[in-house]
């Protein structure tokens, strides 16, 4: 074990035992801290003590020694309600495409309660293999149970590439997956692609701020691991005659890995539209003039039936809450419309927009940068514009 506690040097604080994420890894024994078989060695607890009781032998860690042994693409299959999340059939279209430059399978991995189902839609979608992991336990996504789970498949598969949607599901146990099978993972990318002379996986996503698109390589370790921003890839057309091998797979589920128990799931009922799955988006910048106006945009997204979202202006300024910000650091979308009213067009709202199908820009400046990503540009005052678009459409779908 690459963790261990000197009995001599440990004063029974207990501290270890307050940062390890991991119920019943480190235990207190006659008054010391002792690690137990369910440590995954991620190291939290090493910083957390005073004395330097924990050691923390990096050397043990595992090695790229057989790279050769990892083959496979991989794309985490993330449902709900027996519902493919869009962001994975996107991902099952980049992989199909990352494993034919490879020479390799594309995998897709179905992890629920009663989804067998699911598998015909993921070999429509590209996928030769469907590794199907079902029980009671991954009824409803649970960090725990999905992380074990996952880290099973990956130890005894052993998969060359592993892509996860950057949802807030993939984004939970994707780092944990990680952490426990000891390898790295790039976050929110935008793109990849295979280097043609190594056949590692070049993985591309915006840094400082979206100043700076860095490309990350992971040349040593296995598998080569990503989340991947939904609505930046494209999705393929799905072949319903497609079929493949469904591999299922029967994780070992301890209680150390039930950190929480699901009761129940309530239904959010507020009146919204989630912004990654609408057709039709109508965002608002700081052109709106304040807080007061934003119903302008939420008037017209109700009337067109679609979602109302924004800035990041408009969400630093505190206007809107931060689940409507479209761009870099919000949601990227890519919708059929996107009617951007009052945003300047930065760099950074673009990079989480200009994918959409059909753009519509409503600026009183005619040299705002978003007219140069427009198929329409409005140079008109959004006060005025805006309610007219609102009473026009009113009129048409009655």
């Not at 429509?124 to 880290?151: I, K, M, Q």
């Not at 426990?180 to 793109?191: P, S």
């Not at 507020?270 to 807080?291: C, F, H, Q, W």
């Amino acid at each position: 074990m690459a963790i261990s506690i000197k009995k001599d040097d440990c004063v029974g604080c207990g501290l270890c035992l307050e940062s390890c994420p991991y119920p019943g890894a480190i235990v207190m024994e006659s008054g010391r801290a002792v690690i137990t078989d369910k440590c995954v060695e991620c190291g939290a607890c090493v910083d957390s003590c005073g004395t330097g009781a924990i050691e923390f032998e990096e050397t043990k860690r595992k090695t790229g020694a057989d790279l050769e042994q990892y083959k496979g693409v991989w794309v985490f299959v993330e449902n709900r309600k027996k519902r493919i999340a869009n962001v994975a059939l996107e991902l099952l279209g980049e992989g199909r495409k990352l494993a034919e430059q490879l020479g390799q399978e594309l995998a897709a991995v179905l992890i629920g309660f009663d989804v067998e189902e699911l598998a015909k839609e993921c070999f429509a979608y590209g996928a030769d293999r469907v590794y199907l992991v079902e029980g009671h336990a991954f009824a409803n996504y649970s960090t725990g149970p999905y992380t074990a789970a996952f880290s099973q498949l990956i130890e005894k598969y052993k998969p060359n590439i592993v892509l996860f949607g950057a949802t807030h599901d993939g984004r939970d146990f994707a780092a944990r997956v990680a952490v426990r099978i000891y390898t790295g993972l790039t976050a929110d990318c935008t793109e990849l692609s295979i280097d043609p002379e190594t056949g590692l996986l070049c993985q591309t996503r915006p840094a400082f701020g979206g100043n700076v698109m860095a490309t990350i390589l992971t040349p040593n370790h296995r598998p080569q691991m990503a989340t991947v921003r939904p609505n930046v890839m494209k999705r393929r057309e799905p072949d319903y005659r497609r079929s493949g091998e469904i591999v299922r797979f029967d994780a070992e589920i301890s209680d150390g890995d039930l950190f929480y128990r699901i009761k129940e799931v309530v239904e959010h009922t507020a009146k919204t539209v989630n912004l990654e799955e609408a057709d039709i988006i109508v965002s608002g910048g700081r052109g709106i003039g304040g807080p007061e106006h934003y119903h302008l945009i939420e008037e017209l997204a109700e009337v067109l039936g679609g979602a109302a979202g924004a800035s990041r202006a408009v969400v630093d300024a505190g206007w809107v809450p931060h689940y409507r910000q479209v761009g870099q650091t919000g949601k990227t979308v890519a919708p059929k419309l996107y009617i951007a009213c009052g945003i300047s067009g930065a760099i950074q709202h673009l990079a989480g927009m200009q994918t959409s199908d059909f753009i519509v820009a409503i600026n009183k400046d005619p040299e705002a940068p978003i007219f140069k990503v427009a198929n329409i540009g409005i140079c008109a005052d959004l006060h005025k514009a805006v309610p007219y678009l609102t009473e026009r459409f009113k009129e048409l779908l009655k």
